[in-house]
């Protein structure tokens, strides 16, 4: 009786054992589920227009749909193109419109952010990803990237230089969320990428990779027209080794006669009047299930959208005309 006690024991303990792992399987998957972070990174430019604006939409809604954050970063790495208080209009412009912000907006030209960008890339100069590079837009344009020279001389150019990265003759693939398989020879597609410009600005591509490790992001959703840099992000994601976030493409908006609507070709402003309508404009651009009735205010606005979000509706789109 004493030896069956004594199982029956065993059998029990086991069981809460069993119990335990399964609820640290559980609390694992609520982690994991609860771990999005996404994030809207606008350059302060100009003012917000239509192709900025679906983009924000698209990023809020994935991330309010796992229960995750969205954070929001202001790329004004190149204060000479900045339009002076554009940051500040967009944050303003984004809280009328129901979006909500926490305080940890990252300004890129914030001292902190550029030291950190320093640190990576001393990083990848010690480890030698890297190469100085004085050589003039038109040189460059006149030779293949195997015959560039620079690629490997370890000098110091006695002319401003910058500091770029030496990318491998390898073939980068990662599956996009939205835009399925994207696959690019790094060297014969992608090509060497500058990380410090010969003016001494951090490019683009090292400043973000550095800030989405910064900011732990998980999730990216931006649009088609920043697919081509991601091979180059990726690539120094894993030199940096940060943790890889996932990509999510969204279609650019064009003109009818299929150009990209962006500052560039005078997109114009999104109408600030009516926030509501203009998201209504937004969501039907972005071929969400339309709402049976009109929303009443911003708050049901986001509440229905943001139930209904499917992302995959994309699926293979690269551009919506407008
Ligand atoms: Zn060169």
Do not use: E, R, V
């Given at each position: 009786m004493k030896v069956i006690a004594r199982y029956w024991q065993i059998f029990w303990r086991k069981v809460g054992e069993f119990n335990h792992f399964l609820l640290v399987i559980i609390v694992m998957q609520m982690s994991l589920n609860n771990s999005y972070i996404g994030r809207f990174a606008p350059t302060p430019t100009g003012k917000l227009h239509m192709g900025s604006l679906i983009a924000a939409v698209a990023s809020y809604c994935e991330a309010q749909k796992h229960n995750g954050q969205w954070l929001l970063r202001i790329e004004d790495l190149d204060p000479p193109r900045e339009v002076p208080g554009a940051s500040q209009s967009f944050i303003k412009t984004l809280t009328r419109f129901g979006f909500e912000i926490n305080n940890n907006v990252v300004f890129q030209s914030e001292t902190l952010r550029q030291k950190a960008y320093q640190r990576a890339l001393d990083k990848l100069i010690k480890n030698g990803h890297t190469y100085n590079c004085a050589c003039s837009r038109s040189q460059l344009k006149s030779i293949s990237i195997k015959a560039h020279q620079c690629r490997n001389q370890k000098q110091i150019p006695q002319k401003p230089y910058s500091i770029n990265l030496k990318v491998p003759d390898s073939t980068l693939t990662f599956e996009d969320r939205i835009q399925g398989i994207y696959a690019r020879n790094l060297l014969n597609d992608c090509g060497d990428c500058v990380l410090k410009r010969k003016d001494g600005l951090f490019s683009y591509q090292l400043a973000v990779v550095v800030d989405d490790s910064f900011q732990n992001i998980t999730d990216v959703v931006r649009g088609i027209d920043l697919i081509d840099s991601t091979p180059w992000q990726i690539y120094l994601n894993n030199l940096l080794n940060y943790q890889q976030p996932s990509y999510a493409h969204i279609p650019i908006l064009v003109n009818n006669t299929g150009q990209k609507l962006s500052k560039q070709t005078f997109a114009k402003e999104i109408n600030q009047a009516d926030p509501l309508e203009t998201l209504l404009v937004a969501h039907n651009i972005l071929l969400q299930k339309p709402f049976k009735n009109k929303p009443k205010s911003l708050i049901e606005f986001w509440n229905v959208a943001i139930a209904h979000?499917?992302?995959?509706?994309?699926?293979?789109?690269?551009s919506i005309q407008v």
């Open positions: 979000w499917n992302i995959n509706k994309l699926d293979n789109i690269q």
